[in-house]
């Protein structure tokens, strides 16, 4: 019997890859990377964190010499762990929305951390951070590439990336569907205004589920409201809330707009709902 494998060139490259998606080679993710070294349009020694050992697994599947890992990518390393300053933090969010395996948790306004056993030492949190509190300490001694880094930490980090991917285009689909609507009721003839009898959307399934979500999220801010309250009480929510400079707060303005083209916070109430935070919603970080 001949057993045949079906996966294609970059699904196996994309098998020996770290997953931290850190784009350091180029790419927006492992993935489109596995996909361009397959069509021959990068070169197999690009990624840093799996370093010499990455470089060499690629040349045995592809028959390839072991080559040097190319400088102009970075350089391999213990890898790091992101480490927030919770004292510095202004719970702005932009980390969070950052991080490519949602390794952060926290809510607008509150101090955010990293869950250490999920973070895959991406650096991806670290510029985006207004009041660069986010230090990025080696954990892994003198440990590099796949010797600081265990496969299923990959497999693990490859699962939460998909996870978020998918999570993030179901958003930006349930934004588009309720931008559309909005243009469908605003559009409506007038004399159906008139009779009433159109006043709602005539999507009535599609409206339960976005009652229900929006529930859903309602009870997470709710939560999320009164662990601000309780840290705030102990004197340990985020100290800068009220103090954001200019600068600061014209960046947190600009990717909050970002977000909103994306249509990632097209209102109130709808924003992240499947991610990993109870606050983990749409937010208005300017001060109040
Ligand atoms: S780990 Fe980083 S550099 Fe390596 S393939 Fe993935 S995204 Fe690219
Ligand atoms: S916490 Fe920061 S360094 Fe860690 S995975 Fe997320 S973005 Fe990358
Ligand atoms: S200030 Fe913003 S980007 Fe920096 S750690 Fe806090 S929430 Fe993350």
Not at 175 to 184: D, K, M, N, S
Request: proline share 8%.
């Amino acid at each position: 019997m001949t057993v045949t494998d079906s996966r294609t060139l970059a699904d196996r490259i994309e098998d020996l890859l770290p997953q931290t998606q850190c784009t350091k080679c180029g790419y927006p993710a492992c993935r489109p990377y596995a996909e361009a070294v397959a069509h021959g349009e990068a070169n197999y020694n690009q990624c840093p964190p799996g370093g010499a050992e990455g470089i060499a697994r690629l040349a045995a599947l592809l028959g390839k010499p072991v080559i040097p890992l190319n400088s102009a990518n970075g350089v391999e390393r213990p890898r790091p762990l992101a480490v927030i300053d919770e004292q510095v933090c202004i719970g702005c969010t932009l980390c969070m929305q950052a991080c490519p395996v949602d390794a952060i948790v926290g809510a607008p306004k509150q101090m955010h951390t990293v869950i250490a056993e999920l973070c895959t030492g991406c650096d991806l949190c670290v510029p985006p951070c207004p009041v660069d509190c986010i230090a990025m300490p080696p954990v892994t001694g003198e440990a590099t590439g796949w010797d600081a880094w265990s496969q299923s930490q990959a497999d693990a980090a490859r699962e939460r990336h998909n996870r978020r991917e998918a999570r993030l285009a179901r958003e930006r689909e349930a934004a588009e569907a309720r931008a559309a609507a909005r243009r469908a009721v605003s559009s409506a003839p007038a004399q159906v205004m008139e009779t009433g009898a159109a006043a709602t959307p005539a999507a009535p399934a599609a409206d339960s589920a976005e009652a229900r979500k929006r529930a859903i999220i309602q009870a997470a801010l709710e939560r999320a409201r009164q662990k601000k309250e309780e840290l705030a009480a102990k004197g340990q929510g985020p100290q800068n809330t009220e103090r954001v400079s200019a600068d600061v707060q014209a960046q947190i303005d600009a990717a909050e707009a970002r977000r909103r083209r994306l249509g990632l916070a097209a209102d109130n109430t709808a924003g992240n709902s499947g991610g990993n935070t109870a606050g983990n919603t749409e937010f208005p970080p300017t001060k109040r």
